[in-house]
């Protein structure tokens, strides 16, 4: 019988009654593979992007003439400081039966103005109804979104509101 392989990650299983050496070259060649899965340096299948054990990079977005994309490639965190009324687009989502979620930390300015968010159509809110932010100077609301089916549907959730 050969050496085989394991079907996710492709470590090699040396054959049963090989000779005692190569059992330890090939346990030490799946022990750096698996080094290089949990440091990074191999990307683990179904995963894009890098992650650091639970830690993601946030990314700040910003709004010009009253839009702002939300790009899903590039990050599955996202903060945004209003200073004007918004419409989100979201772009880029996995394809369909791959799901794709993200966080949004909306921070209203420090003056009060009371700006408000115009959402995507395709976001599916519970009771079918989007929920209205705090108004207060420098208040955060934090929302929450998944989608299954490449973007057709994103079903979003109140995460917090009115916090500090």
Sequence with gaps: MANTTTTTYGLTKPEVGAATD?????????LD???DLLDGTTAINGMSGTVTFLNENAESITSSSGTATIDLSSAANFTHTLT???????SNPASSGTATAFTLKVTQDSGASEYAITWP?????PDGTAPTLTATASAVDYF???TTDGGTTY???TAGQALA
């Design 144 to 146: 929450v979104f998944i």
């Design 84 to 90: 004007e009324d918004v419409t989100y687009t979201f």
């Design 155 to 157: 079903y979003g959730f």
């Design 121 to 125: 159509s395709s976001v599916d809110w």
């Design 22 to 30: 190569q059992w330890g070259t090939l346990l030490n060649a799946d």
């Design 33 to 35: 593979a698996i080094d």
